[in-house]
C-alpha cells in the first residue's frame, strides 16, 4: 500500500518561495507518473507539474518560476516554487499513477501568498 505525505505549505508573501515535499512509503518512481496538482477555493483541481523518468511538465501559468523533482533515494517528490504570486494560493496535492500499485493522493498542503 502506497501512502504519500505532503509538507512545506504555509504563508509567504508575493515573490517569495516555498518548497514543497511528499515522501513516499514505497519507492515506486522510477515505475510512476508523479505530480503535483492544487485546488483553489471555488474552482477544479489542476496539474501544475509532473514528472516520469527524468521528463517534467508544467502549468503555463508556473512555468519558469516552479521545479519538480525528486530524490529516489530518499523517495521524496519536491515541488520548488519560486516567485510566488498571490493566484499561487491553494491546496497542494502529491499524486502517484503507478501502473502496478494505482492511484495515490496525498492530504494536501496549503499555500497562502499574501502580504
Known amino acids: 500500500q502506497v501512502q504519500l505525505l505532503e509538507s512545506g505549505g504555509g504563508l509567504v508573501q508575493p515573490g517569495g518561495s516555498l518548497r514543497l515535499s511528499c515522501s513516499a512509503s514505497i519507492n515506486i518512481f522510477s515505475e510512476s507518473v508523479m505530480g503535483w496538482y492544487r485546488q483553489a477555493p471555488g474552482k477544479e483541481r489542476e496539474l501544475v507539474a509532473s514528472i516520469r523518468s527524468g521528463k517534467t511538465v508544467f502549468a503555463d501559468s508556473v512555468k519558469d518560476r516552479f521545479t519538480i523533482s525528486r530524490d529516489n533515494t530518499r523517495k521524496t517528490l519536491y515541488l520548488q516554487m519560486n516567485i510566488l504570486k498571490p493566484e499561487d494560493t491553494a491546496v497542494y496535492y502529491c499524486?502517484?499513477?503507478?501502473?502496478?500499485?494505482?492511484?495515490?493522493w496525498g492530504q494536501g498542503t496549503q499555500v497562502t501568498v499574501s502580504s
Open positions: 499524486n502517484v499513477d503507478s501502473p502496478i500499485y494505482g492511484v495515490y
